[in-house]
């Protein structure tokens, strides 16, 4: 253990930190979302919006932190690559955007949580993470893959390998060049159009 704690860890084991992460944050979604469908409430649909926020806040970011930096001291900060105002500002206006197309609260809120959790674990602290033992493009070849296969697992494999690798390879691009808060947003609108174009 107090070899982790010395940042003395080899490349495989950050690799299997991620995997443990994604599993992990996936595990915590689905407790949380099984939990929201079990409550014996008539109009679940708000309730099941927060009760996903909630899970996908502590899975995707909360628990991650707190695993990282007890196992392996990793201090994260998200005022390094996190540029608050910038993001609000994209928020607000996309939301009121959005809300004149008029499109549905719920339908913008749902994709704009996976977005900004999943991209704070990818393209945040696992991003990180890698390129503290692996060059950018390992780092990022390696996010997706774990991003497109296993955090995706629920779908048709080759699918989401042919769909999620690319798109979580654009989103680390994103991420590396403009900031974590335009990688959220446009992960964001790329789920709201997915969404908007199958439905």
Same mark, same amino acid.
């Given at each position: 253990?107090?070899?982790?704690?010395? /940042?003395?860890?080899?490349?495989?084991?950050?690799?299997?930190?991620?995997?443990?992460?994604?599993?992990?944050? $996936?595990?915590?979604? /689905?407790? =949380?979302?099984?939990?929201?469908?079990? #409550?014996?409430?008539?109009?679940?649909?708000?309730?099941?919006?927060?009760?996903?926020?909630?899970?996908?806040? *502590?899975?995707?970011? #909360?628990?991650?932190?707190? $695993? *990282?930096?007890?196992?392996?001291?990793? /201090?994260?900060?998200?005022?390094?690559?996190?540029?608050?105002?910038?993001?609000?500002?994209?928020?607000?206006?996309?939301?009121?955007? *959005?809300?004149?197309?008029?499109?549905?609260?719920?339908?913008?809120?749902?994709?704009?949580?996976?977005?900004?959790?999943?991209?704070?674990?990818?393209?945040?602290?696992?991003?990180?993470?890698?390129?503290?033992?692996?060059?950018?493009? %390992?780092?990022?070849?390696? =996010?997706?893959?774990?991003?497109?296969?296993? *955090?995706?697992?629920?779908?048709?494999?080759?699918?989401?390998?042919?769909? %999620?690798?690319?798109?979580?390879?654009?989103?680390?691009?994103?991420?590396?060049?403009?900031?974590?808060?335009?990688?959220?947003?446009?992960?964001?609108?790329? /789920?709201?159009?997915?969404?908007?174009?199958?439905?």
């Amino acid at each position: 253990m107090n070899i982790l704690k010395m /940042n003395i860890y080899f490349k495989i084991e950050s690799i299997f930190l991620c995997l443990a992460l994604t599993i992990l944050a $996936v595990f915590i979604l /689905n407790v =949380g979302s099984l939990f929201m469908i079990l #409550l014996p409430i008539a109009n679940g649909n708000k309730l099941q919006l927060i009760g996903a926020g909630v899970s996908m806040i *502590l899975g995707f970011i #909360l628990i991650p932190i707190l $695993v *990282l930096k007890s196992l392996i001291g990793f /201090n994260y900060s998200i005022l390094n690559i996190f540029n608050l105002k910038r993001f609000l500002i994209y928020t607000i206006i996309i939301f009121i955007v *959005l809300s004149l197309c008029s499109i549905n609260i719920e339908e913008i809120i749902h994709p704009f949580i996976v977005a900004t959790c999943e991209e704070f674990l990818f393209r945040g602290l696992m991003f990180s993470l890698l390129l503290n033992k692996f060059t950018k493009f %390992k780092s990022i070849v390696i =996010g997706s893959l774990i991003f497109s296969l296993l *955090l995706h697992l629920n779908g048709n494999f080759v699918g989401n390998f042919l769909t %999620k690798f690319p798109s979580s390879i654009i989103l680390y691009l994103v991420r590396d060049k403009f900031g974590l808060p335009e990688a959220i947003i446009t992960h964001w609108l790329y /789920n709201l159009f997915i969404t908007k174009l199958l439905y």
